[in-house]
């Protein structure tokens, strides 16, 4: 059953190497053995206001290597773990405009044919980067909520830091740490996110389809357990 939307959407949120990629094709995969048709869209890429033009501004800024860390190449960034208050201000106005082009994109969605909209991030991806331990960034958050459309299901893929950044080594251990407790609080903040525990890849996949499938209104299963690549259990 879709929403009144004509799609329902689904996001997976989480911290650099939680395994969001492999739970999104996970996901695709057993869509398409169902029938139902999904697009996925990066929201750095397709959502984020001017992103390439912020990247290069704050790799000017604050230095740090560029591209995306791999176990055979670690590479050290320095964006979302900066946090002196003018950059956490420079946040707040950009944060917001990215909530109306999401919201005006997710509008000019109720053409596409697809079932199911699913976002590599979410608009919450961006929000537990803020100190939400101070009442302001907690009030900030939740007018943001109220902007943006809410996902049928906002996957929160939770994971250990340490291997997650043994996966994906491109911010500091104590970053990530810290930027899991602010995404486990803003879990609670938002009240709407189906945290994904840091288990095999198998197991969270199975806990994945349970969360689509009670959104179907069927009873979750073991029969609906998706399958992940054995080498990435």
């Known amino acids: 059953m879709l929403s009144d939307r004509g799609f329902k959407i689904v996001s997976f949120s989480g911290i650099d ?19 139902v048709r999904s697009m996925v869209l990066t929201f750095w890429d397709d959502i ?20 995306v860390g791999s176990p055979e ?18 946040r707040l106005l950009l944060y917001f405009l990215d ?19 699913i976002f590599d991030r979410y ?3 961006e929000l537990a980067n803020l100190p939400l331990d101070h009442w302001f960034a907690r009030w900030y958050v939740r007018l943001i909520l109220n902007l943006v459309p809410v996902p049928e299901i906002a996957y929160l893929v939770d ?20 930027n899991r407790e602010r995404y486990l609080a803003l879990s609670r903040l938002a ?7 840091p288990v095999s890849l198998e197991a969270a996949a199975s806990r994945m389809m349970d969360a689509w499938l009670g959104v179907q209104g069927r009873s979750p299963g073991s029969a609906a357990r998706l399958e992940v690549p054995a ?3």
């Open 17 to 35: 190497g939680a395994g969001k990629s492999t739970q999104i094709g996970a996901l695709q995969t057993r869509l398409r053995e169902l029938g």
């Open 48 to 67: 984020v206001v001017l992103g390439g033009f912020r990247e290069l501004i704050s790799h000017q800024a604050f230095g740090g290597d560029e591209g």
């Open 73 to 90: 190449r670690p590479i050290t960034r320095r964006d979302k773990n900066v946090t002196s208050t003018h950059v956490i201000a420079v």
């Open 99 to 117: 909530a109306v082009y999401l919201r005006l994109v997710c509008l000019q969605l109720r053409k596409t044919e697809a079932d199911v909209v």
């Open 123 to 125: 608009i919450y991806d």
């Open 159 to 178: 994971a250990d830091p340490a291997a997650a950044r043994a996966r994906k080594p491109e911010y500091p251990l104590e970053f990530l740490r810290q």
């Open 191 to 197: 009240g709407n996110m189906t945290v994904i525990e």
């Open 231 to 233: 080498s990435e259990v």
